[in-house]
């Protein structure tokens, strides 16, 4: 007869059953990662081995896949708008998110914090594409007028719809980091004499300082990967745009577009592909920085 | 009540109410200029609120309802429209000590920095460097000025809070069970400190240690549910000659 010390009773098995459940869903992630990462590079093996011109491809703002007697793969143009448009949209939007996020936290309370944030998820809820509907048939019109300019889509649309779009979610990390910095902190410094603004502006705002990092760079994560709001609203023409008023072509946009466009395996296709591996470098560099940051920020 | 130069804080028919709940009822007393007066009193008896009440954090709490008055110098605290300004002259020492994410000298210098009393960086390397003495803090310290104050260990965050109540040049010193997460000796080094500090402000000290009264405190009060027991000299009140049963028995140990 076992002894009670290595009797393997149901609690035990129930514990090895759960844990290797765990594992599982752990390492799936990891598994779909790989596997999508690989799919893509597969996709697009054929153009970076036979087609591609490094410096073309990065350095040209010239995109014509389609040419008959000679097709250049430039992207930077692409690249330009993209990253001009992300960096606009962060400007509007991180102001009045971080502001957004500091009211609902800090002051609001009852009634109007609960609307607020219900309001705020309901924001988020809005397909990309009806926000470039907003962008086709209100903001259009609206820059057009404002601004007398002849057109309205261009990096300056693209980056107010982005920033309407990323608010919510950046909001809300942003909500979080506050609320993770402990009463205790604010209690302390109030009863130093700390006004509300001291409180937040000496105390809480560093010590959100990596949540609030981490919600920045989501948003320049959603500024690189939107796609059909702004496909619609950046007027699509390759371009490297000069002023906020250009048009400009995302990289997202224009795989989106192109690809069902294309015969499967023809160099056309496996450059969308090579864009795809681009931008799946551009979204790890910008998670890896943002751990390096937050981890600098630990030790410091 | 008229004010008179000897007392510090006057407490006049205090009540706090959280919602419907009493947590303090009809409490008068006074506190005299450089003294420690002690609070005992075991949990729930209504002694933090009684702090809170002070300082008028009770701002923070929106469910928290003040009553009755505390005068401070003979001025009714509710007067005060700056009650930040009321805020600098009453330090404040939590259970828990609270190391601000900043360093050990922005720890000290944010009092002073808020205040806008800073002045030059020589000043202020002075200050911070009295406060952290004062708080017996410095030896251990002084070549870790840099690094982050919620890093030091619990006794040493203690003693940073110590520091940086001090270094808003407080009138009053409030603690409230501070030796609860500190080591014996640590708290016997701080309660040094407290001996020296007396001469300059006046200290309330919420204990949960009896002892840690008896030794300290000139006058001590007893908190029960809510209720002010009693308020003697604490020579009297630990010679057995209080005047009410329960708090002879608190005293002696027979519960709390």
């Known amino acids: ?300 | 009540m008229v004010s008179t130069a000897h007392n510090k804080i006057e407490v006049q028919d205090l009540s706090i109410h959280y919602g419907a709940h009493k947590a303090l009822g009809n409490v008068s007393l006074t506190v005299r200029k450089n003294e420690i007066f002690g609070i005992i009193g075991p949990a729930n008896s209504g002694k933090t609120s009684f702090l809170n009440a002070v300082n008028r954090m009770d701002m923070m709490r929106p469910n928290m309802n003040v009553s009755g008055t505390v005068r401070i110098d003979g001025i009714e605290t509710r007067s005060w429209r700056n009650v930040y300004a009321l805020r600098r002259k009453i330090g404040v020492v939590f259970p828990l000590p609270v190391g601000l994410p900043l360093t050990v000298y922005d720890n000290v210098a944010l009092a002073p920095r808020l205040a806008g009393t800073a002045g030059s960086r020589a000043d202020l390397n002075e200050l911070v460097e009295r406060c952290l003495r004062r708080a017996a803090l410095w030896d251990e310290v002084k070549d870790r000025l840099t690094h982050l104050g919620s890093l030091l260990s619990g006794g040493q965050q203690q003693r940073l809070t110590i520091a940086r109540a001090l270094s808003q040049s407080p009138e009053i010193l409030m603690l409230d069970e501070f030796s609860i997460a500190v080591d014996p000796v640590t708290t016997m080094r701080i309660e040094d400190v407290l001996k020296e500090l007396k001469e300059e402000v006046t200290i309330i000290l919420v204990t949960n240690l009896v002892q840690q009264a008896n030794r300290l405190a000139d006058r001590t009060a007893f908190f029960l549910n809510g209720e002010c027991v009693e308020i003697d000299d604490t020579e009297t009140l630990f010679s057995g000659s209080a005047k009410d049963p329960r708090t002879n028995d608190y005293i002696g140990g027979k519960f709390g």
């Open chain 1, 1 to 300: 007869m076992a002894t009670a010390s290595d009797a393997r009773d149901k609690n035990w098995f129930i514990d090895k059953f759960f844990q290797s459940l765990m594992f599982v869903c752990g390492i799936s992630a990891i598994v779909f990662v790989v596997g999508i990462f690989l799919f893509v590079f597969k996709e697009g093996l054929g153009f970076i081995v036979n087609d591609l011109n490094v410096a073309e491809f990065f350095f040209s703002p010239k995109w014509r896949p389609t040419s008959l007697h000679q097709p250049t793969y430039g992207i930077l143009a692409m690249v330009a708008g993209t990253a001009a448009v992300t960096v606009l949209a962060m400007a509007i939007c991180l102001p009045f998110s971080i502001g957004a996020a500091i009211f609902i936290a800090e002051f609001a309370t009852g009634k109007t914090r609960e609307i607020l944030k219900i309001l705020i998820e309901f924001l988020a809820a809005i397909p990309s594409v009806v926000w470039g509907f907003i962008a086709l048939s209100i903001m259009n019109p609206l820059i057009i007028t404002t601004f007398e300019v002849p057109m309205g889509l261009g990096v300056l649309n693209s980056a107010l719809i982005l920033a309407l779009m990323a608010a919510p979610i950046v909001t809300s990390i942003a909500e979080d980091a506050f609320k993770a910095v402990p009463d205790t902190y604010r209690e302390a410094a109030e009863a130093l004499g700390a006004t509300r603004w001291q409180t937040i502006h000496k105390v809480v705002l560093p010590a959100a300082k990596n949540g609030l990092l981490s919600a920045g760079l989501l948003g320049v994560g959603r500024g690189f990967g939107e796609t059909m709001a702004i496909l619609m609203a950046s007027g699509h023409s390759i371009n490297i745009p000069t002023s906020v008023f250009d048009s400009f072509r995302a990289l997202t946009a224009t795989i989106a577009a192109e690809l069902g466009e294309t015969a499967v395996g023809s160099p056309h296709y496996q450059s969308l592909f090579a864009i795809g591996i681009f931008l799946f470098f551009i979204t790890f560099l910008i998670n890896m920085t943002a751990d390096f940051i937050v981890r600098g920020v630990k030790k410091g």
